[in-house]
């Protein structure tokens, strides 16, 4: 079985994801600390986890920038997963 990082652990271990297994058991881990130290969390219910989330998409670029690494987040495999998704996600909603 696999190490579940919580805490600062966990936010090292988002520095290293680099497959698909990878993000799994980080989303694993990122519930774990969730149920272990939910009054810590700014976004405590998914409302503001996922306002969070769209903020941090909208701000990503400047986010980027700051750290000074050259990432073009219209081609990351997160907006390749939206572009992918969103014909899916759409049919769910209507």
């Known amino acids: ?3 579940i990082f919580t805490g600062d652990e966990l936010v090292e271990y988002a ?3 680099g497959s698909k297994e ?3 058991h980080f ?3 990122l519930l774990q600390d969730y149920k272990e130290n939910q009054n810590e969390w700014e976004n405590a219910d998914l409302s503001r986890y996922l306002d969070g989330l769209a903020q941090f998409v909208i701000d990503m670029s400047s986010y980027y920038a700051n750290l000074k ?3 073009n987040v219209n081609d990351t495999a997160l907006s390749s997963n939206v572009k992918y998704n969103n014909g899916r996600i759409n049919k769910l909603l209507l």
């Open 69 to 71: 690494e050259d990432i």
């Open 1 to 3: 079985m696999k190490k």
């Open 15 to 17: 520095k290293t994801i």
């Open 22 to 24: 990878e993000f799994e």
């Open 27 to 29: 989303l694993k881990c």
